[in-house]
């Protein structure tokens, strides 16, 4: 704290020695050492000058004119000697002493000055007034009033640790009405002699009387505006309500304190639609604007108050709202009995303002009389009033607009709404209806405008679903034949490799065949995924150690003229999908963002956690280039994976047909439009997401979310499938890799197999492959004939391998029959089909492995030797 005299305290700091600014006391005279050592040096001076001249004077060989210089030297010493014994001979600084001395005494405030161990060295007169007594300091001559004695050792501890220091303190004295208010500060000070503390005591009753008067009139004041007979609120930036008046929280139910610290927002007591009209207001710059708004607000028991609210905002330099004053006055209807004017008018208000479509009236002219605030929310413009109804929409669908404002003026209305585009990539319907036949609105007409947009990217979607599915049917279809074709293709050629040595000149012929199947099998799988009906082996793993695992595979494909950029989230959560699968999503985007690059570039993945609060708080009024609104994901946590090229960019109209099956932008041969639509399903699939977000010459995001995993009970229980957190600290508890499982080098086995295909291809190369491994192979085209070979060697069976779909008797239904009479059955179950396609058909509770078509020699023998160990 600082006043008018903390100059007095400067005009005692600026003294060149502090010793001689405290050389006079209001009751005696100290005099400091420098002063005493320095007249002494005067006397000694002065003795000195008297001997020489004496001796000068005794010596015959001086001059007469030396001999007189000499005395008269001696007469000067021996006055000055005199003088300054008596007093006479002083210096300016004495003179300037006793002047800032005489201020000090005549000063209103005390000051006192202390040395390190708190001995008062000088007091001035006003000091001993206020503490009682000069020779101590304020916190020693108070120390008995209990009400003062934190102030005083705060004062104390900023005295003894050379800080300044201020305190108001209150004294309640029994000779006094009202109490006394004193004001202490300690300040340090350094001079010659040392460190002290300069204390100053002012009396600030009258000072803290009128402060306490404005509080006491400001209380009044609030006072006032609290019981007022109409409401009032102010509202804050992000919809916070800073206060409520009395009035007001009585109308909604609300105690006082739920009205205080920030804690109440507007979306608390009122409707959504009128939340959204007080808090879109048309801001203006470093001004105020005022609005008149009929609404509703919501009680506390949730009922709703009509009332009428004058609204003034106030916006800063960057139109940014810094608070409201706004007056409530309730709208009050009229008795049920009564239908008067006001009543229809207030009933009629109360419908208008909560209608959940935007409404408004136009003159014949086009412009805007009046609109309700679903209809400002909608177009976004703030104040309406006096605009063009044409100029609210984009150039495009203003041609169909005009003419119907025409048949208004005429007091016609077209019956058909009209499609309209306004904003961004938002599009809606308007409907026209006239107002009435009265002179004062010939031509008016009442606009009925609704917001078509989530409804069209609905509609949008379930196109896109029907589109998939259609081509994921045909897809299915085609991939269960192919993949007999494939299966029967790959396993004869394994079987002429295996009696060929590479040597042979037919032996790169069989390769060539074995590698072009394989091919068709790869695009096989890519049919199925787009049509989400490809098998899936989920494990729980972290996204981290999988992008490291085929980071070096990317560098390849990239090259040299492109960058890899890997940059991982801190504790990434895990998730729970086909780790095969999901490497072949990384890898068809970055393949993607690499072919986008002619000249080379740029390719970021970036990996994070986003936890449902995050995700709803993107979600607020965000929408994408391609009109995919993440809104459509559900409020939970996910993991985040872009992958960001540095490309081309994409137009619209080409992003909305990215992740369509066969649409391709690269030259005829060089893609086959499946590597996004793949994609696309994979993540589908996994009840995942995926957003693109592109923009002509700066690059295109893909950006997957997959779902958090959150361990089960029997997931905690069983440690094959605990993923420990990337935060542990101690080697052991690192992230565990997939194991990959080694190939086994012995591929041969002993027992008997029953073998079920109707594909007679698919039967001769399976039962050939495993004679060819030691097995006992009996086949049979059909279940009926299986349970009649398996009746007949009833017990020497020791697996069942059958294909899932047959014509009369399918795979499962066999299988049941078989475990009915010889439940110890190993099986195996083989199809063209995903497996999940089929899982129902089976009790959860069966044993069997399943073997996908198209499979290798070397895949049927291993499959079958793991179970027949097992």
């Known amino acids: 704290m600082v006043d008018s005299s903390d100059t007095d305290l400067d005009a005692i700091r600026k003294?060149?020695?502090?010793?001689?600014?405290?050389?006079?006391?209001?009751?005696?005279?100290?005099?400091?050492?420098?002063?005493?050592?320095?007249?002494?040096?005067?006397?000694?001076?002065?003795?000195?000058?008297?001997?020489?001249?004496?001796?000068?004077?005794?010596?015959?060989?001086?001059?007469v004119f030396a001999l007189m210089a000499l005395g008269v030297l001696a007469a000067i010493g021996l006055a000055a000697l005199f003088a300054a014994a008596m007093g006479?001979?002083?210096?300016?600084?004495?003179?300037?002493?006793?002047?800032?001395?005489?201020?000090?005494?005549?000063?209103?405030?005390?000051?006192?000055?202390?040395?390190?161990?708190?001995?008062?060295?000088?007091?001035?007169?006003a000091y001993a007034g206020f503490v009682g007594q000069s020779s101590r300091t304020p916190q020693r001559a108070l120390a008995d009033i209990a009400d003062a004695s934190e102030a005083l050792y705060r004062l104390s501890e900023a005295a003894r640790n050379d800080r300044a220091h201020v305190e108001d303190i209150r004294l309640a004295e029994v000779d006094r009405a009202e109490p006394r208010w004193l004001r202490i500060s300690a300040a340090p000070i350094s001079g010659r002699s040392g460190q002290y503390t300069v204390w100053r005591v002012a009396d600030i009753s009258g000072e803290a009387t009128r402060q306490e008067n404005t509080f006491h009139e400001l209380q009044q004041i609030i006072n006032y505006l609290d019981h007022a007979p109409a409401g009032f609120f102010s509202l804050g930036a992000g919809g916070r309500v800073d206060y409520v008046n009395a009035t007001l929280a009585g109308w909604l139910g609300l105690s006082l304190d739920r009205t205080t610290g920030g804690a109440l927002r507007i979306s608390d007591i009122a409707t959504p639609s009128a939340a959204a009209a007080l808090s879109e207001i048309q801001p203006v710059r470093s001004g105020s604007r005022v609005e008149r708004i009929d609404i509703d607000l919501t009680k506390a028991d949730g009922t709703r108050l009509p009332v009428h609210v004058v609204h003034r905002v106030t916006f800063d330099e960057n139109e940014r709202l810094l608070f409201s004053r706004s007056l409530?006055?309730?709208?009050?209807?009229?008795?049920?009995?009564?239908?008067?004017?006001?009543?229809?008018?207030?009933?009629?208000?109360?419908?208008?303002?909560?209608?959940?479509?935007?409404?408004?009236?136009?003159?014949?002219?086009?412009?805007?009389?009046?609109?309700?605030?679903?209809?400002?929310?909608?177009?976004?413009?703030?104040?309406?009033?006096?605009?063009?109804?044409?100029?609210?929409?984009?150039?495009?669908?203003?041609?169909?607009?005009?003419?119907?404002?025409?048949?208004?003026?005429?007091?016609?209305?077209?019956?058909?709404?009209?499609?309209?585009?306004?904003?961004?990539?938002?599009?809606?319907?308007?409907?026209?209806?006239?107002?009435?036949?009265?002179?004062?609105?010939?031509?008016?007409?009442?606009?009925?405008?609704?917001?078509?947009?989530?409804?069209?990217?609905?509609?949008?979607?379930?196109?896109?679903?029907?589109k998939m599915q259609a081509v994921g049917q045909l897809a299915g279809g085609v991939a269960h034949d192919f993949n007999n074709v494939l299966t029967a293709i790959i396993g004869f050629s394994d079987l002429l490799l295996a009696n060929h040595r590479p040597t042979d000149p037919s032996f790169q012929d069989i390769m060539?065949?074995?590698?072009?199947?394989?091919?068709?099998?790869?695009?096989?799988?890519?049919?199925?995924?787009?049509?989400?009906?490809?098998?899936?082996?989920?494990?729980?793993?972290?996204?981290?150690?999988?992008?490291?695992?085929?980071?070096?595979l990317l560098n390849r494909l990239l090259g040299e003229k492109t960058e890899l950029d890997v940059s991982h989230g801190r504790d990434l959560w895990p998730v729970r999908t086909d780790v095969n699968q999901f490497e072949q999503v990384i890898v068809n985007l970055v393949v993607n963002a690499r072919d986008a690059m002619v000249n080379g570039g740029?390719?970021?993945?970036?990996?994070?956690?986003?936890?449902?609060?995050?995700?709803?708080?993107?979600?607020?009024?965000?929408?994408?280039?391609?009109?995919?609104?993440?809104?459509?994901?559900?409020?939970?946590?996910?993991?985040?994976?872009?992958?960001?090229?540095?490309?081309?960019?994409?137009?619209?109209?080409?992003?909305?047909?990215?992740?369509?099956?066969?649409?391709?932008?690269?030259?005829v041969g060089k893609g086959t439009g499946l590597g996004l639509s793949t994609v696309y399903g994979i993540v589908k699939q996994t009840e995942g997401f995926?957003?693109?977000?592109?923009?002509?010459?700066?690059?295109?995001?893909?950006?997957?979310?997959?779902?958090?995993?959150?361990?089960?009970?029997?997931?905690?229980?069983?440690?094959?499938?605990?993923?420990?957190?990337?935060?542990?600290?101690?080697?052991?508890?690192?992230?565990?890799?997939?194991?990959?499982?080694?190939?086994?080098?012995?591929?041969?086995?002993?027992?008997?197999?029953?073998?079920?295909?109707?594909e007679d291809a698919v039967r001769a190369f399976a039962s050939r492959a495993l004679e060819s491994k030691g097995y006992t192979v009996m086949v049979a085209p059909s279940g009926e004939e299986a349970l009649e070979i398996a009746e007949e060697n009833e017990g020497?069976?020791?697996?069942?391998?059958?294909?899932?779909?047959?014509?009369?008797?399918?795979?499962?239904?066999?299988?049941?029959?078989?475990?009915?009479?010889?439940?110890?059955?190993?099986?195996?179950?083989?199809?063209?089909?995903?497996?999940?396609?089929?899982?129902?058909?089976?009790?959860?509770?069966?044993?069997?492995?399943?073997?996908?078509?198209?499979?290798?020699l070397r895949k049927l023998a291993e499959v079958v030797k793991e179970k027949m160990e097992s």
């Not at 008297?50 to 001796?55: E, F, H, P, Q, R």
């Not at 607009?401 to 058909?416: H, I, S, W, Y």
């Open 15 to 63: 003294t060149p020695d502090l010793d001689r600014a405290l050389s006079a006391d209001s009751g005696k005279t100290f005099v400091p050492a420098s002063d005493r050592f320095r007249r002494f040096l005067l006397v000694s001076l002065a003795f000195a000058l008297a001997i020489v001249g004496i001796v000068m004077v005794m010596r015959p060989e001086g001059s």
């Open 88 to 125: 006479i001979l002083g210096t300016a600084s004495n003179i300037s002493s006793e002047v800032r001395s005489l201020v000090a005494d005549n000063l209103d405030a005390g000051i006192a000055v202390a040395d390190k161990t708190g001995q008062v060295i000088y007091a001035n007169a």
């Open 328 to 466: 409530v006055l309730e709208r009050n209807s009229a008795p049920a009995d009564t239908e008067s004017m006001r009543a229809v008018e207030t009933r009629f208000l109360g419908f208008f303002g909560a209608a959940p479509i935007g409404i408004a009236m136009v003159d014949a002219g086009g412009a805007i009389n009046r609109c309700n605030p679903a209809f400002t929310r909608l177009f976004g413009a703030g104040n309406l009033k006096g605009k063009s109804l044409v100029d609210l929409v984009d150039e495009e669908s203003r041609p169909e607009l005009v003419p119907a404002l025409q048949q208004g003026r005429l007091g016609k209305a077209t019956a058909e709404p009209i499609e309209i585009k306004f904003g961004r990539d938002r599009v809606g319907q308007i409907y026209f209806s006239v107002l009435d036949d009265s002179p004062a609105r010939a031509g008016g007409l009442l606009v009925y405008a609704i917001d078509r947009t989530e409804q069209r990217l609905l509609e949008t979607q379930i196109s896109q679903g029907q």
């Open 512 to 552: 060539n065949i074995r590698q072009n199947a394989n091919r068709a099998a790869a695009l096989v799988r890519q049919l199925l995924a787009l049509s989400r009906q490809q098998t899936l082996r989920p494990v729980v793993f972290q996204i981290t150690d999988t992008i490291t695992d085929v980071s070096a």
């Open 602 to 667: 740029r390719v970021v993945i970036r990996t994070a956690n986003i936890t449902a609060e995050e995700l709803a708080r993107r979600n607020d009024a965000r929408q994408n280039e391609t009109g995919q609104e993440r809104s459509v994901m559900p409020a939970a946590d996910f993991v985040e994976v872009s992958v960001t090229d540095t490309g081309t960019g994409m137009e619209k109209d080409i992003m909305e047909k990215i992740f369509d099956p066969f649409f391709t932008t690269k030259e």
């Open 690 to 758: 995926i957003f693109v977000e592109s923009e002509l010459g700066k690059g295109t995001t893909f950006t997957v979310y997959l779902p958090r995993h959150i361990e089960t009970p029997a997931e905690k229980t069983d440690p094959a499938t605990t993923v420990v957190p990337m935060t542990s600290s101690h080697p052991a508890d690192a992230p565990k890799k997939i194991e990959k499982k080694q190939p086994l080098s012995d591929l041969t086995g002993s027992g008997t197999i029953l073998l079920v295909e109707d």
């Open 796 to 856: 020497t069976i020791d697996l069942v391998i059958s294909d899932v779909i047959m014509p009369e008797m399918d795979g499962p239904t066999l299988v049941m029959e078989l475990q009915k009479r010889y439940p110890a059955l190993k099986i195996i179950f083989i199809s063209g089909y995903a497996e999940a396609e089929f899982r129902k058909s089976v009790a959860d509770n069966e044993d069997f492995d399943f073997l996908p078509k198209p499979f290798s």
